[in-house]
């Protein structure tokens, strides 16, 4: 078991010897339900870490708490850390195989959108996207704007924005190919 370091930050002696107890007596508990969530040792003891960090702020409503409620606020909030950990670690590997996506097939689906459909036609194929996925095909390849600049104008993430622009070239494709325009 890890001894977190992070009890050092607390100042108070009580505060500090309360939580230790505290966390001596769940880490078992809290490391459990981290593991079965994220499926990965050193994930699952970082979110019992942020877990105890968390905690730090909520020492005197810990301190009202009976056992078996404290036992429970204590593992809900480890839960929800590696939940939070599990997610965005999914995020980063969806936003990592939508990037190789976007490198490896991003020519040719502009070139055949270009060549095969027409200029005019895939403007007004564009023209009838939702309003969002218009805005950033627009953005994208009509005033020729980089991902970060994108993110930027429309208040989001680069990696929003390539989920997007994905999502918006399936759905481009979609109303072409209902067209009669198909790629």
């Given at each position: 078991m890890f001894f977190p370091l992070i009890f050092l930050l607390i100042e108070n002696e009580d505060d500090r010897l309360f939580l230790e107890g505290v966390y001596m007596e769940?880490?078992?508990?809290?490391?459990?339900?981290?593991?079965?969530?994220?499926?990965?040792?050193?994930?699952?003891?970082?979110?019992?870490?942020?877990?105890?960090?968390?905690?730090?702020?909520?020492?005197?409503?810990?301190?009202?708490?009976?056992?078996?409620?404290?036992?429970?606020?204590?593992?809900?909030?480890?839960?929800?850390?590696a939940l939070n950990r599990y997610k965005q670690k999914k995020r980063e590997n969806v936003a990592g195989d939508i990037a190789i996506e976007d490198l490896a097939g991003n020519g040719s689906v502009d070139e055949n959108l270009l060549s095969q459909a027409g200029i005019e036609q895939v403007k007004n194929a564009i023209a009838a996207l939702p309003k969002r996925e218009k805005d950033i095909m627009l953005m994208k390849y009509f005033r020729e704007l980089n991902d970060a600049e994108i993110a930027e104008e429309m208040g989001v993430k680069e990696v929003s924005v390539r989920v997007h622009l994905s999502r918006a070239r399936k759905h481009l494709a979609q109303v072409l190919q209902e067209r009669g325009m198909g790629l």
């Amino acid at each position: 078991m890890f001894f977190p370091l992070i009890f050092l930050l607390i100042e108070n002696e009580d505060d500090r010897l309360f939580l230790e107890g505290v966390y001596m007596e769940h880490h078992g508990l809290m490391y459990a339900q981290a593991l079965k969530i994220t499926r990965n040792s050193q994930e699952a003891e970082d979110a019992v870490s942020e877990g105890m960090l968390a905690l730090i702020k909520k020492i005197d409503l810990l301190r009202t708490l009976p056992c078996n409620k404290l036992r429970a606020y204590v593992v809900i909030t480890v839960k929800h850390m590696a939940l939070n950990r599990y997610k965005q670690k999914k995020r980063e590997n969806v936003a990592g195989d939508i990037a190789i996506e976007d490198l490896a097939g991003n020519g040719s689906v502009d070139e055949n959108l270009l060549s095969q459909a027409g200029i005019e036609q895939v403007k007004n194929a564009i023209a009838a996207l939702p309003k969002r996925e218009k805005d950033i095909m627009l953005m994208k390849y009509f005033r020729e704007l980089n991902d970060a600049e994108i993110a930027e104008e429309m208040g989001v993430k680069e990696v929003s924005v390539r989920v997007h622009l994905s999502r918006a070239r399936k759905h481009l494709a979609q109303v072409l190919q209902e067209r009669g325009m198909g790629l």
